[in-house]
């Protein structure tokens, strides 16, 4: 995920596009880069690192900021490491062309072989400087004019876009196009300034008149003229409709939410689909993924694998333990990263090591990926941030392309790392034999739809405000699972503890007999998931316990259930899916319960006391 925006009309370009980007660095912050174009010369200014570090060096080039049109990125590196080649703005090899891209065009290697092969050569390892040059290559061969050669160019692409694209030679231009990733228009008066930009916060002062483009759409901005909005595969004419906005700066820049952690959880349908895109293809039964592909002997031949993590990425690794034991029968030993560095661990060359860690900065499991590769193991990561050090320190990994996540209490990058390593397990399990081929197929035309279930699940926020509403003043919580939804009582627990400071544990649901049972009172509301698979009449049993000693129950249930809707104080309907992915489902209303809960108790969402968003200490 990264920023984009742009400027062009009769003021000064580089202020207004500078500080769009400041705004924008939410979605991303590897690098930061700038083009102005004064009428005569193209100027681009591009830095690893922030906007302040851009700013360091425009400071030192009168060039650099000179102009009324520009367009600026802020990246979270997908292709290519982070440095200053690789940042955007892009031009095309003639220099002619400059781009700015958010999103992943997944067939640019064999585009640029193709390039490569007429000639052309390319000076960065992004996806974004073949997508520059296919737009030159097309303008080239038909001899059109710059909206065409974008459209034409975008029928080849396969992936996701935000683009915004200028050409010398049509000065009183900018072309945008949207797949997948958003695009906003501000349009200022009478036509005589146009702002572009990922979202609306960077020119919300300048203009509440806004078009958002629709996946499949591109528009040609044209100064002093208007804007024309087209669909890119069929050319038809788009009747788009100016929106006012209404959002106040702060609102915008999170998207409408009133935090980030809503945003993202939000977000997670999408996440999840970010996640698996491009390497899962349920109708041809495939699951590729090029760090387990290359690596497929050594992950077959494994004795076991042994998971190090912290928090919510440990918790996401415990459900691959349940995972990689069903679906390909491989021994899975899931340890917190801190201990494990600190007890002498036995490990062998046939051990898999998988370190999970959104930031990939987490100095616990960096320390464990170590330790594990100077005993012998293969380590491979699964992180969120692009080029951090867990995804630098590892043998080989895959990114759950969550999107950043700023919330300090995690939320899609737990979904989206179970999403992941589902994705590993079900392609063990295949080449193994451990899953028959029609359970395969089944299992992914499941996961498919999981997207959809979660957006169906967020709709019943106002039933978790109203339990929410219910319980915010209590002083302890119990959350109890079984199986795969063990580790999503633990989850909710933390979610609950993290943001809300409300003290609440989580136990395999069974185990409350052996111990917490003594706790339970009136006062006391147990979080219970007895999804329909699995344990359920086991679970049944242990909600009558609490019931016998007059627990308050509240339990997510699956869609359809009558019986613990006669035991329960509350239920909240979870849709029917695999037992393998219910995580993916029960742990949705404990997020959004955590985070009601500390709104109306009026705490820090975002960065609650004590916590920061990537521990980098011991
Ligand atoms: C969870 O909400 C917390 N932010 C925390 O437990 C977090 O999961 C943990 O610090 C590990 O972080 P990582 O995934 O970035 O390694």
Redesign the pocket.
Known sequence: MCGITGYIGYRDAYPIVVKGLQRLEYRGYDSAGIMMFDGETICVSKTKGKVSELEKITDLNEQAKKGNIGIGHTRWATHGVPNDVNSHPHNSMSGDLVIVHNGIIENYATLKKELISRGYSFKSDTDTEVLINLIEEVKKQEGCKLGKAVQLALTQVVGAYAIAVFDKSKPNEIIVAKLGSPIAIGIGKDNAEFFVASDASPFIEYTKDAIYLEDEEMAIIKLNKGIKVRKIHDDSLVDTKIQELQLSLEQIEKGGYDHFMLKEIHEQPKAIIDTYRGRMIPNEGIIRMAGVDDNIEKFLNADRIIIV?????WHAGLVAEYLFEDLARIPVEVEYASEFRYRNPIITEKDIVIA???????AD?LAAVKLAKSKGAFVFGICNVVGSSIARETHAGAYTHAGPEIG???TK?FTTQITLLSLIALKLGKEKGTISKSAFHSYLQTLQLIPNKVEELLKIDEQIKYIASVYKDATNCLYLGRGFNFPVALEGA??LK?ISYIHAEGYPAAEMKHGPIALIDENMPIFVIATNKGHYDKVVSNIQEIKSRSGKIIAVVTEGDVIVKEIADHVIEIPETEEAFTPLLTTVPFQLLSYHIAVMLDKNVDQPRN?A???TVE
Do not use: F, R
């Open positions: 993590a912290c928090g919510t990425s999970i860690s959104q930031s990939g900065e987490t499991t300090v209490a995690s990058a933390l979610k993290e916590l968003k990537s521990v």
